[in-house]
């Protein structure tokens, strides 16, 4: 049974930063890949974040230079450090693995 747990998120101002954090149990991290999504109000869930078994990483367009993923082998975590904060990454963020995801944390950025 795979759990994941996010935590990490909170309320910041516009041009903030905030660093989320996905914990797995029952799974080691650097066999998967893993990924980032998040969904805002009345919007549907969107990816933002890969990072693959060899450590590679992919971010989406909206979010690139700004935000950057990366794990942790040994603690078997992964993370989301989230810079330049915008009204418009508020949302709830999720992590997942194969068919898994937490239960997401609430990120919002005031103007």
């Known amino acids: 049974q795979v759990q994941l747990q996010e935590a990490g998120g909170g309320l910041v101002q516009a041009g903030g930063s905030l660093r989320l954090s996905c914990a797995a149990s029952g799974r080691t991290f650097s066999s998967y890949t893993m990924y980032w999504f998040r969904q805002a109000p009345e919007k549907q869930r969107e990816w933002v974040a890969t990072?693959?078994?060899?450590?590679?990483?992919v971010i989406t367009a909206t979010v690139k230079g700004r935000f950057t993923v990366s794990r942790d082998i040994a603690k078997n975590t992964m993370a989301l450090q989230m810079n330049s904060l915008r009204p418009e990454d508020t949302a709830v963020y999720y992590c997942?693995?194969?068919?898994?995801w937490g239960q997401g944390t609430q990120v919002t950025v005031s103007s």
């Open positions: 990072i693959t078994r060899d450590g590679s990483t």
């Open positions: 997942k693995m194969l068919t898994y």
